[in-house]
């Protein structure tokens, strides 16, 4: 019976890079909180994310700004999570590239058994890094929102107060998933396969000895 836990790994592999480009393009990082924001800011809903912040005044209604800065205004703590984000995304769609390769039912690479399988586990490390640097930066992200919460916490001039956006739990779920998934992809096809190449099969053939002359006394041991 094949081997499933490389398919298992590929089709988590996808579902956590679905869940990695969402929340890398997601504005919903954090949202104003309804009942610690301002009593007149009460229907107002505020959310920001890596690349854009938004208002909605009326539901189904969004004034959207990219922050109205350049790239060098930035804090220092949202791009170092935007440059994590990006090579999370990286990581993950090349290890899914990667690992397909290394699938036994994608006919590539065929003569090649070992180069095929150090595909696949390069696709499961790949992964694997991918669902760290994504658990990183939204673990970083929702750090400074508690931080800024409770800072801003009773202050008469914070307009919003703010908490977990649903990217946040997304980005949390699909780093989850994608470390299964690298697990699976990079050590599902240990042993045995990597050496198949270099060790041909061994077929020994009999030669009867010629009419008229004595047998050859048998030299070979096993």
Not at 28 to 43: C, E, F, I, L, R
Not at 85 to 97: D, E, H, P, R, W
Not at 118 to 135: A, D, I, K, N, P
């Amino acid at each position: 019976m094949a081997n499933m836990c490389p398919n298992v790994g590929f089709f988590l592999g996808f579902v956590a890079t679905v869940g990695i480009l969402y929340t890398l393009a997601s504005k919903s990082w954090k949202q104003n909180s309804q009942v610690a924001s301002q009593s007149n800011m009460y229907g107002v809903h505020s959310y920001e994310g890596l690349w854009v912040r938004c208002t909605s005044p009326v539901p189904g209604t969004f004034q959207c700004d990219t922050y109205d800065t350049s790239i060098l205004g930035i804090q220092t703590g949202l791009t170092g999570q935007r440059i994590m984000m990006c090579l999370a995304t990286i990581c993950a769609v090349f290890g899914l590239i990667a690992g397909a390769l290394g699938l036994h039912c994608i006919r590539v690479m065929e003569n090649s058994r070992k180069s095929k399988v150090w595909t696949g586990r390069g696709g499961g490390f790949l992964m694997l890094f991918g669902g760290t640097l994504c658990f990183a930066s939204v673990t970083w992200y929702a750090v400074d929102v508690v931080r800024d919460f409770w800072l801003k916490n009773g202050l008469e001039s914070t307009t919003f107060q703010y908490e977990f956006g649903a990217a946040l739990y997304v980005g949390w779920v699909s780093s989850g998933v994608a470390l299964i998934a690298g697990a699976l992809m990079a050590c599902c096809t240990c042993g045995g396969s990597d050496d198949s190449d270099d060790m041909g099969g061994y077929k020994y053939n009999y030669k009867p000895p010629a009419a008229g002359k004595p047998a050859a006394r048998n030299t070979e041991y096993v």
